[in-house]
């Protein structure tokens, strides 16, 4: 990322992390809303919302109408987040470098701050988003939010991929937990950010393919992390993928041939918004940062 | 509950329970739906969909407006069970006479198919809400939910009562509580009918000061059950208060004065109905059959 679009990526970034502080408020029971608080404020690259925002900017010159809703798909993830890192889930003491929300609140709270985000996120969109927003375009949102938050999207994902651990699966399987896991978030941030810009049909299509690529992308490199990071750079605990015996991109396909099917991934999603004129350093950038992360 | 009312009562409940079983289908993962499906599918009274759509109906003339929002409550209702039943909350194995979702789907999938549930509810509300709903009445029906579900309400009265096991609590905390865990939903009931219909801003407070009345009275009988009924008459383990040195409205009042306040919060609920010229059977039945429950 060049530092003009570094400087544009942490205007947004820091948009975000504000505005999730100012509508996550504490009040009385101050440890809900604080467990809450903890996730969702615990740093991250933000790069959801920061799509969502570029997303809309670029398809309609806007993205004020959009920063509602891009702080409610970070909620989401954060929640998805708590969740997962649960003892009956993936037991997890590390994230982003710090405990664990059920190891600071205790296993009842994470589980509850996680349920009030599902139902805080929608809120936010109902309660913050200018009215200049067309009744039905926020309800269009509201419906991708929700159907990309259950157990048609994010949540069967997460269950298929419980079920996979220590089993042999194949492709398909594993191109379902991710599409439906990683996928269906990233394609959500760029629809969101489509829909509040009022774009037609082809570029909501269009950034709905760019999400796809590289959210498989960011899912690859996510299981390349897994095996060459240390806990340090990624926040979280490295080697759980092998030590679990689960089936990951590089356990499938090797190394070599999980990173170039990255690159080409991110290639590939720059040449769809070329492809039809939709033109945004930033999410160039992104698809370039996914090919370069280090966490 | 005399033989006319209790066939329309029959009427609606068995419209509900056709349409939950409708609305929820399986697909793959399949776990996922059916654990969602046991327990939305478990029985129970129903009352609050039935709530809502009498709401609806006496304040309007129809109630099929609001059939997929009542649907929802019962979903988002079921939810809060299957987290509540979880082994690090309350940690209960029967529920309806049946075992809880943890016990049958394991416990990831149990907080999964909650999870699910609470993305599930507002899809449901917003995909099979009839289009002759106006999208403005849609925003607002959905932001009630949201809000009755979450940290402002359902969930503080979780979080409250989990952090109170075993205290001396007051009379403030204990009425926090009931308010939020049972009463918002009961509210949320009402409302939800009313504003489906239409209602003018008098009939809408009265349905919920009603609401407020008869939530009050159905958890002082919950109460009052726990000390008095059978594993088999309740559904669920009896005698859990005690046992976890809970204060109650019966610990706090004694039976016998928790007994009274049950009678005359139904009666106080029928006289509000009354009061507004609100002329349903059904409701007045409801506030009754609390005061006579035994599950």
């Known amino acids: 990322m060049n530092q003009e679009t570094k400087k544009i990526f942490e205007k947004y970034k820091n948009l975000v992390e504000q505005k ?72 997890d003491d590390y994230r982003r470098g ?27 969109i109902l309660q913050q988003t200018p009215s200049t927003v067309p009744s039905e375009v926020l309800l269009k949102v509201l419906e991708e939010f929700v159907v990309a938050a259950g157990a048609e999207k994010l949540i069967s994902g997460q269950v298929v991929d419980i079920d996979s651990e220590g089993k042999q699966i194949s492709e398909d399987t594993l191109n379902f937990i991710h599409e439906n896991k990683t996928g269906a978030l990233f394609k959500l941030s760029m629809r969101t950010g489509a829909l509040l810009a009022g774009a037609e049909n082809e570029k909501l299509q269009a950034v709905t393919d760019y999400a796809q690529k590289i959210g498989l992308a960011f899912q690859i490199m996510d299981d390349i992390l897994d095996v060459t990071s240390t806990l340090e750079e990624l926040g979280k605990t490295p080697g759980k993928d092998a030590q679990e015996n689960k089936v990951t991109y590089v356990s499938f396909y090797g190394m070599e041939a999980s ?37």
Chains 1, 2 share one sequence.
């Open 98 to 124: 710090k405990l664990t929300n059920h190891k600071v609140f205790g296993e009842s709270t994470a589980v509850l701050a996680g349920d009030a985000l599902l139902s805080f996120a929608p809120q936010v």
């Open 259 to 295: 990173k170039k099917r990255v690159s080409s991934l991110c290639q590939e999603a720059c040449d769809i918004l070329e492809k039809h004129g939709i033109k945004s350093d930033i999410l160039k950038a992104i698809a370039q940062s996914i090919n370069e992360r280090v966490n």
């Open 20 to 91: 999730l502080d100012e509508y996550i408020p504490v009040k009385y029971p101050e440890k809900i809303w604080e467990s809450m608080r903890y996730s969702v404020l615990a740093g991250g690259k933000r790069l959801r919302p920061v799509m969502t925002l570029e997303t809309c900017r670029v398809l309609c010159g806007s993205y004020e109408q959009a920063v509602p809703a891009a702080c409610a798909i970070e909620m989401l993830h954060s929640q998805s987040l708590i969740h997962d890192d649960l003892p009956c889930m993936d037991n």
